[in-house]
């Protein structure tokens, strides 16, 4: 199965930035569709963005969308998340995950998912 390895996370304060990459093996990168979701404790796990198979189709989390952006090399076998303008709720644990077919924003839709990253924003 595909393995996907999440990176970049940290402590930044509000209004910052940061970018988190995740690198995937033991499959077809080019041929999932990608996503990041987050989880903060005693939260439900939610959709922040996700990017097709070819990277021309982006689709963002109505929360998010003017400040994050979602890529990836496809050489590289990596998928990028830059965040813009963080927030103290912003804070929570990174995953990225890939899907076959269409990408989506259900975390139910994903069959493959990293372990994590902890992005932690002050006030």
């Known amino acids: 199965q595909v393995q996907l390895v999440e990176s970049g996370g940290g402590l930044v304060q509000a209004g910052g930035s940061l970018s988190l990459s995740c690198v995937a093996s033991?499959?077809?990168?080019?041929?999932?569709?990608l996503g990041w979701f987050r989880q903060a404790p005693g939260k439900e796990r939610e959709f922040v963005a996700a990017?097709?198979?070819?990277?021309?189709?982006?689709y963002f989390a109505p929360s998010m969308n003017t400040r994050v952006t979602i890529s990836r090399d496809n050489a590289k076998n990596t998928v990028y998340l830059q965040m813009n303008s963080l927030k103290p709720e912003d804070t929570a644990v990174y995953y990225c995950?890939?899907?076959?077919?269409?990408?989506?924003?259900?975390?139910?839709?994903?069959?493959?998912w990293g372990q994590g990253t902890q992005v932690t924003v002050s006030s």
């Open positions: 990017i097709n198979r070819d990277g021309g189709n982006r």
């Open positions: 995950a890939a899907k076959g077919g269409r990408y989506s924003g259900s975390v139910s839709e994903y069959d493959y």
């Open positions: 033991g499959g077809t990168f080019r041929s999932y569709a």
